[in-house]
């Protein structure tokens, strides 16, 4: 079993930065491809990025390409999300995942473990 604890959310202004933290336990982090998603209050989980076992590959959803970084330090069991220029509409619950396989993708159904979430809430 593999065991996820985000961190790092809160409440910021429009156009500020926060950093997600995800802390991974129970196996061998460097086996799997990690991702993050937001749920947002009456919406569907979405994508928002993904990274592979070796972080030499990953990709983002449409609304934070070119705002948000992934990126994961495996010495550390940890990935993180560095989020900037942040907008209302990035408010939502985000949620830490991995797949077993080196591959990320941009779909929840194939992910094996989840976090618990983290509350990330923007204010215009």
């Known amino acids: 079993q593999v065991q996820l604890v985000e961190s790092g959310g809160g409440l910021v202004q429009a156009g500020g930065s926060l950093r997600l933290s995800c802390a991974a336990s129970?196996?061998?982090?460097?086996?799997?491809?990690m991702g993050w998603f937001r749920q947002a209050p009456g919406k569907e989980r979405e994508f928002v990025a993904a990274i592979s076992w070796s972080g030499g590959s990953t990709g983002y959803g449409d609304s934070v390409k070119g705002r948000f970084t992934i990126s994961r330090d495996n010495a550390k069991n940890t990935v993180y999300l560095q989020m900037n220029s942040l907008k209302p509409e990035d408010t939502a619950v985000y949620y830490c995942a991995g797949r077993d396989g080196t591959m990320w993708y941009p779909a929840t159904r194939l992910y094996d473990y989840w976090g618990q979430g983290t509350q990330v809430t923007v204010s215009s």
């Open positions: 129970g196996r061998t982090f460097s086996s799997y491809a």
